[in-house]
C-alpha cells in the first residue's frame, strides 16, 4: 500500500524555523515527483515547492524563495521541507504530494496522485 506520512510540523514563534518530513511507505520517492502544499483556513490550497525525479528540478512558489529549501533523503526515502524564516502568513495544514515519472514538478496540485494526511504549521507570538 502507497503510504505517505508527514510529521514535524507544530507551533513556532515568527522568525523561527520547522523542518517538515515527509516519508514514503510502499513506494520508492526517488521515482516520484513530489510536492509540498498548504492549506489554510477558508483557502485554495497552495502549492509550495516541489521536487522532480530523481534529482530534476526544482520550483518555489515566490513568498517562500529565499526561506523554505526542499530535499530528498534516497536512504530514508524522506523528502523534507526546511522552512526558515517564519511568518504568520505561513501558517497552515501542509501536505506532501506524490506524481510518478516526471524529471519535473508543478506546483498545481491537480496531477498529484498521492497525498499524505497533512501536519499542522502555526507562526504565532
Wanted: aromatic residues 12%.
Amino acid at each position: 500500500q502507497l503510504q505517505l506520512v508527514e510529521s514535524g510540523g507544530g507551533l513556532v514563534q515568527p522568525g523561527g524555523s520547522l523542518k517538515l518530513s515527509c516519508a514514503a511507505s510502499g513506494f520508492t520517492l526517488d521515482y516520484y515527483a513530489i510536492g509540498w502544499f498548504r492549506q489554510a483556513p477558508g483557502k485554495e490550497r497552495e502549492g509550495v515547492s516541489c521536487l522532480g525525479r530523481s534529482g530534476g528540478s526544482t520550483n518555489y512558489v515566490d513568498s517562500v524563495k529565499g526561506r523554505f529549501t526542499i530535499s530528498r533523503d534516497n536512504a530514508k526515502n524522506t523528502v523534507y521541507l526546511q522552512m526558515n524564516s517564519l511568518k504568520p502568513e505561513d501558517t497552515a495544514v501542509y501536505y506532501c504530494a506524490a506524481l510518478p515519472g516526471p524529471r519535473v514538478c508543478y506546483l498545481n496540485p491537480s496531477p498529484y496522485d498521492y497525498w499524505g494526511q497533512g501536519t499542522q504549521v502555526t507562526v504565532s507570538s
